[in-house]
Structures are given as structure tokens and as C-alpha cells.
């Protein structure tokens, strides 16, 4: 997959975990499952490849992201991160488990440094 297309999928699938967690009040892991099985089932029709299913399904990770702490804004932000560092790190990570919850993990936590240093008005960002 090329690198707009990583990122295209992680944005898309961040936000409607984030958005149908939060509106429907459906709960995090609920979201990320349903929205899982359904584009693995959508998946089947279009012959996407299997490395699509798993971005996609990491890309959920970060969509579980609390409202509390990341708006729309920011969780698109954080799949952003997200899809880069999963694009670069997954030739490194063959065989070795949690690539996508670690690739989740530092878009969120970068983003939330953003946000944070961003409050403290230390320095200007657009988030």
C-alpha cells in the first residue's frame, strides 16, 4: 500500500471509532470490533489486502482515544502519526507482536504532548 493510502485508511477509521464510541455511547472496544468485522467483511468484496485490515484495524486503537483528551481535530492528527509510523515500522516489525497498538500509542501520546504543550502556550500549533 502506498503512504496516502495508509493514511487515508488510518484517518477514516479513527474517526468513526472515535465518532460512533462517543455519539452512540456504544463504548470504545464495541466500536473498534464492530467496525473491525465490518470492513474485514467489505474487505472480501473489494480484495483489499491483508495489510489494509490490520492498518485499519490499529487505526481503531487510536480511535478509542478519550473524548476527554482528543477531539475530532486530534484523533485525526494522532491516525496521522499513526499511519506514518506504521508505514515505516512495519517492514522492521516482522514477527514481532504489537506493532499496531505501539504505532497507536506514540500517535496518541504525541498528540497529546502537542495538546498539552499547546495549553501551556510554550509554543504555537495548530491542533
Same mark, same amino acid.
Given at each position: $500500500?502506498? %503512504?496516502?493510502?495508509?493514511?487515508?485508511?488510518?484517518?477514516?477509521?479513527?474517526? %468513526? *471509532?472515535?465518532?460512533?464510541?462517543?455519539?452512540?455511547?456504544?463504548?470504545?472496544?464495541?466500536?473498534?470490533?464492530?467496525?473491525?468485522?465490518?470492513?474485514?467483511?467489505?474487505?472480501?468484496?473489494?480484495?483489499?489486502?491483508?495489510?489494509?485490515?490490520?492498518?485499519?484495524?490499529?487505526? *481503531?486503537?487510536?480511535? $478509542?482515544?478519550?473524548?476527554?483528551? $482528543?477531539?475530532?481535530?486530534?484523533?485525526? %492528527?494522532?491516525?496521522?502519526?499513526?499511519? %506514518?509510523?506504521?508505514?515505516?515500522?512495519?517492514?522492521?516489525?516482522?514477527? $514481532?507482536?504489537?506493532?499496531?497498538?505501539?504505532?497507536?500509542?506514540?500517535?496518541?501520546? *504525541? *498528540?497529546?504532548?502537542?495538546?498539552?504543550?499547546?495549553?501551556?502556550?510554550?509554543?504555537?500549533?495548530?491542533?
Amino acid at each position: $500500500m502506498s %503512504l496516502w493510502q495508509i493514511i487515508l485508511l488510518s484517518i477514516i477509521g479513527a474517526n %468513526l *471509532t472515535h465518532y460512533i464510541a462517543h455519539k452512540n455511547n456504544i463504548g470504545a472496544i464495541r466500536a473498534s470490533a464492530g467496525l473491525t468485522i465490518l470492513f474485514v467483511f467489505i474487505n472480501n468484496f473489494f480484495l483489499f489486502s491483508l495489510q489494509a485490515q490490520a492498518i485499519f484495524f490499529g487505526a *481503531t486503537f487510536v480511535g $478509542m482515544a478519550s473524548k476527554k483528551r $482528543m477531539g475530532h481535530r486530534s484523533i485525526s %492528527l494522532a491516525s496521522f502519526i499513526y499511519s %506514518l509510523v506504521i508505514f515505516y515500522l512495519i517492514g522492521f516489525a516482522k514477527g $514481532m507482536g504489537g506493532a499496531l497498538g505501539t504505532s497507536a500509542f506514540i500517535g496518541c501520546s *504525541t *498528540t497529546a504532548f502537542f495538546i498539552y504543550f499547546y495549553k501551556k502556550k510554550e509554543f504555537t500549533l495548530f491542533i
